[in-house]
C-alpha cells in the first residue's frame, strides 16, 4: 500500500510531537530543575506578553459590548449585557483570543530562538559542555508557557471585563456596583474553571509545538522561518482543536 | 537591584496579580451562590415545583437569602425542597411563614418567594418545615387569557355590527346632523326652564295657601279649620234634611190629591166635570157669550154717536190733537 507522500510528512510530525511531547514529560519530572532558567522564562513569557494581551482583550471587551447592544436592545434585555458580555469573555473570547495573540507571539518566538540555535550549532555545543539542553532549553518553556497562560488569561478577562464597563458607559450609564453586581448574580463556578482548565493545554500546546518545530528546524537561515512560521500556525490550529475537545468535555459533564 | 532580581519581583507581582483575580472571582461567585457563610436549612413540601433547579434563588419579601439545595420526591404527590437560607434570617422569618413558588420575570429563573404573615410566630430554627402555596401557572393564566380573548371577539364582533347598523342609520343621522333641532332643543329647554320656574312659583303659592288654611285664614281655612263653622254646618246639614223629609210628605200629598181629582173627573163629581163634562152646560155658555157679543156691538154704536154729539166732540179733538204732537 502507497500512502501519499503529504500524509506521511503528516503521521510523521504528528508522530515526532508526540514523542518529543512524552520526552518533555519524562526528562521535566526527573532532577535536577532548571529552576533559575524555567523563571527568565515565566518572566519573559509572562509579564512581556501582558502589555499586548491586555490591549486586545481590552478592546475586544469594549468592542463586543458596544457590538452586542443593539441586539439585546431590541430583545429589551439590555440590562444583561454585563452578563452576557463577561459570560462570553470568560468562556470563550478571553481564552481562544489570548491563546491566539500567545501562539503569535511565544510560539513563534520559542520557534525562532531554538531554530537558530539548532542553526548555529549551539544546541550541540551545550550536549558538548556537560548541559542537559533538552531539559534546559524546552521543558523551561514549555513548562513557562504552560503555567503563564492561565495566569494571562485571568488578566486578560479581568482588563477585557473592565473594557466592557467602559463601553456600556460609553452608550449609557450603569455603577460599578450594579455592573459587577449583574455579572456575579448568575456567574457560575462551571463558567470560570473549564475555560481555565483548558488554557493549560493551549499554554502547553504553543510551547511545544514552538519548541518541537525550533528543536528540529532543517539547517540553514531558511529553516529558522519555517519553523518559526510552521509553530504559529500549528499551535493556533491546536488551540481550536483542544477548544472543540474542551467544549465536547464540559458538554458530556453538564458543565455548560 | 540586580536584573534577575528585577525580573524575578516583575513575575512575582504579574502571577500575585492574576491569583488575585482569579480568588476575587471565584469568592464572588461563592458568594452569591450561598457557599461561603454560615447557613440554615429550612423545608417546604410543594405538589409541583414547576421547573425549579438546585442553586434557584430563594428570596424573602423580594430580597436573596439562600439557593435551593436539594428537591426529593417524598411520594407522588409530594416534592420536598430544601432551601439553604442565610443565618441572620433565623431572626426575621417566622414560622408562619409561607413559601410559594415564583418567576423571575415572565420567563425567567424559578425562584422560591418566602413571604411573611400578618400574625405573630416563633421565629424559625434550622430544618422547620414552611407551609406552601400552589404556584401561579404560566399555563393557567394563558388559558383564562384564552377565553378572555374569545369574550372580546365576541363583544368586538356585536360591536361591530352595532357601529354597522348606527352608520347605515339615516335617520339617526339626519337627526344628529339637523342644525334646527338643536335650535329647538335648545328652545324647549330654555321654556322648559320657565315652566320649571312658574312651577316653582305656583308651588310656593300653594304652600302658602295651605300655611294659611293651616293657620284657619281664609273661606278654605274657616271650613277646614273652624270647629265652631263645622257645627253650624252639621247642625244645617240636619235641619236640611228634615225639610227634605217635609218636602217628601208636601209631594206625597199633592200626590194624593191629583189622584182624587183624576177620580172625581172619571166618577162625574163636582163643578169642574160639570164644565168639562156635561154638553148642556156647554151650550148655554155659548149662547150667553154671542149675546155677549152683540150686547158689545151695541154698546160700540152709542160711544159712537156720544163722540159726534157737540157736548163731547171738543174732548175728543183735544185727544186727536195731543196724539199727533206725539208722533
Known amino acids: 500500500m502507497k500512502i501519499p507522500k503529504q500524509t506521511l510528512a503528516f503521521l510523521q510530525e504528528s508522530g515526532g510531537l508526540a514523542r518529543f511531547a512524552g520526552r518533555v514529560f519524562t526528562e521535566g519530572l526527573r532532577p535536577p530543575f532548571e529552576l533559575s532558567e524555567f523563571l527568565r522564562q515565566c518572566y519573559l513569557i509572562g509579564n512581556k506578553s501582558l502589555p499586548l494581551v491586555g490591549t486586545t482583550a481590552f478592546i475586544m471587551g469594549l468592542v463586543l459590548t458596544i457590538q452586542l447592544r443593539p441586539a439585546l436592545l431590541s430583545y429589551g434585555v439590555e440590562s444583561e449585557l454585563p452578563y452576557i458580555v463577561a459570560d462570553a469573555i470568560i468562556r470563550e473570547i478571553g481564552p481562544v483570543i489570548t491563546g491566539l495573540i500567545f501562539a503569535g507571539k511565544i510560539g513563534s518566538g520559542i520557534g525562532a530562538e531554538l531554530g537558530s540555535m539548532n542553526v548555529t550549532e549551539q544546541i550541540d555545543a551545550m550536549e558538548v559542555s556537560g548541559t542537559n539542553p533538552f531539559r534546559y532549553l524546552v521543558v523551561t518553556r514549555v513548562l513557562a508557557a504552560t503555567l503563564m497562560l492561565p495566569l494571562l488569561v485571568l488578566l486578560s478577562d479581568a482588563i477585557a471585563i473592565t473594557g466592557s464597563f467602559i463601553g456600556i458607559n460609553i452608550k449609557g450609564v450603569m455603577s460599578f456596583g450594579l455592573f459587577t453586581d449583574e455579572i456575579f448574580q448568575f456567574l457560575d463556578f462551571t463558567d470560570v474553571f473549564p475555560p481555565l482548565i483548558k488554557t493549560f493545554f493551549f499554554g502547553f500546546s504553543v510551547g511545544i509545538v514552538g519548541c518541537y518545530k525550533g528543536y528540529t528546524s532543517s539547517r540553514g537561515t531558511e529553516g529558522v522561518g519555517r519553523s518559526a512560521n510552521a509553530s504559529v500556525v500549528i499551535a493556533s490550529m491546536l488551540i481550536f482543536l483542544i477548544d472543540l475537545i474542551a467544549v465536547q468535555i464540559t458538554d458530556l459533564l453538564g458543565f455548560n | ?30 458568594k452569591n451562590q450561598h457557599l461561603l457563610g454560615s447557613h440554615f436549612v429550612l423545608r417546604a413540601h410543594f405538589r409541583n415545583v414547576a421547573g425549579l433547579r438546585t442553586g434557584n434563588n430563594v428570596r424573602f419579601s ?26 441572620d434570617m433565623k431572626q426575621v422569618i417566622r414560622r408562619n411563614a409561607i413559601a410559594s413558588l415564583g418567576a423571575d420575570g415572565l420567563m425567567g ?54 357601529t354597522a347598523r348606527i352608520n347605515e342609520s339615516r335617520g339617526l343621522w339626519t337627526l344628529i346632523e339637523d342644525e334646527q333641532l338643536a335650535h329647538n332643543i335648545n328652545a324647549a329647554s330654555g321654556h322648559l326652564n320657565r315652566a320649571a320656574a312658574e312651577a316653582e312659583g305656583m308651588t310656593r303659592d300653594v304652600r302658602s295657601i295651605l300655611a294659611d288654611v293651616r293657620s284657619g285664614k281664609g273661606p278654605a281655612g274657616v271650613i277646614l279649620r273652624d270647629t265652631a263653622m263645622g257645627e253650624e254646618i252639621r ?49 148655554r155658555i155659548s149662547r150667553s157669550l154671542l149675546q155677549v157679543e152683540s150686547g158689545t156691538g151695541y154698546f160700540n154704536q152709542s160711544m159712537e154717536a156720544l163722540r159726534h154729539h157737540f157736548l163731547f166732540r171738543s174732548y175728543f179733538r183735544r185727544k186727536e190733537k195731543g196724539r199727533n204732537i206725539q208722533q
Open chain 2, 1 to 30: 537591584m540586580p536584573r534577575q532580581q528585577q525580573h524575578l519581583a516583575r513575575l512575582g507581582f504579574f502571577v500575585l496579580a492574576a491569583g488575585t483575580v482569579l480568588i476575587i472571582a471565584l469568592f464572588l461567585i461563592g
Open chain 2, 109 to 162: 429563573n424559578k425562584v422560591v418567594n418566602i413571604l411573611p404573615q400578618a400574625a405573630t410566630a416563633s421565629y424559625v430554627k434550622d430544618g422547620d418545615l414552611l407551609s406552601t402555596r400552589a404556584a401561579v401557572e404560566i399555563d393557567d393564566v394563558l388559558r383564562t387569557l384564552a377565553s378572555t380573548g374569545d369574550n372580546i371577539h365576541a363583544i368586538t364582533e356585536s360591536l361591530k355590527a352595532t
Open chain 2, 235 to 283: 247642625s244645617s246639614m240636619s235641619r236640611l234634611a228634615a225639610v227634605s223629609r217635609s218636602a217628601e210628605n208636601l209631594a206625597a200629598d199633592l200626590d194624593a190629591v191629583t189622584k182624587r181629582l183624576g177620580n172625581d173627573l172619571q166618577d162625574g163629581k163636582g163643578p169642574l166635570n160639570l164644565v168639562l163634562r156635561d154638553t148642556s152646560v156647554s151650550g
Open chain 2, 62 to 87: 423580594g430580597i436573596e437569602v439562600g439557593t435551593v439545595r436539594e428537591m426529593r420526591i417524598l411520594n407522588d404527590s409530594t416534592l420536598e425542597v430544601t432551601l439553604l437560607v442565610k443565618e
